[in-house]
Nanobody, 122 residues
């Protein structure tokens, strides 16, 4: 069992930056990949980025490539999502999840956090 806690969400103006954190409750998280997903009101939950625990493999959605960066601090059991050049369409609840591989498929992530809200004003 892996418990995940997200933090770092908030309100930011378009063009601004935020850094989200996802902290895992157990050291066994090192056997998982960690993904970030987001869900806007009335929309499906969509993939944002994923990383393996060594940090050697990352994968991003086209919509965030070049603006978002995912990284791992294994000493802190934490995965970060650095978000830059934020747009109003980035507004959503952001979730981190632990899964078996660095994939964009939600079904491959059995463990989820509770989410953190990101709101980008125009």
């Amino acid at each position: 069992q892996v418990q995940l806690v997200e933090s770092g969400g908030g309100l930011v103006q378009a063009g601004g930056s935020l850094r989200l954190s996802c902290t895992a409750s157990t050291r066994t998280v090192s056997t998982y990949a960690i993904g970030w997903f987001r869900q806007a009101p009335g929309k499906e939950r969509e993939f944002v980025a994923t990383i393996n625990w060594s940090g050697s493999r990352t994968y991003y959605a086209n919509s965030v490539t070049g603006r978002f960066t995912i990284s791992v601090d294994s000493a802190k059991n934490t995965v970060y999502l650095q978000m830059r050049s934020l747009k109003p369409e980035d507004t959503a609840t952001y979730y981190c999840a632990a899964g078996w591989s660095t994939t964009d498929s939600k079904s491959h992530y059995p463990y989820w956090g509770q989410g953190t809200q990101v709101t980008v004003s125009s």
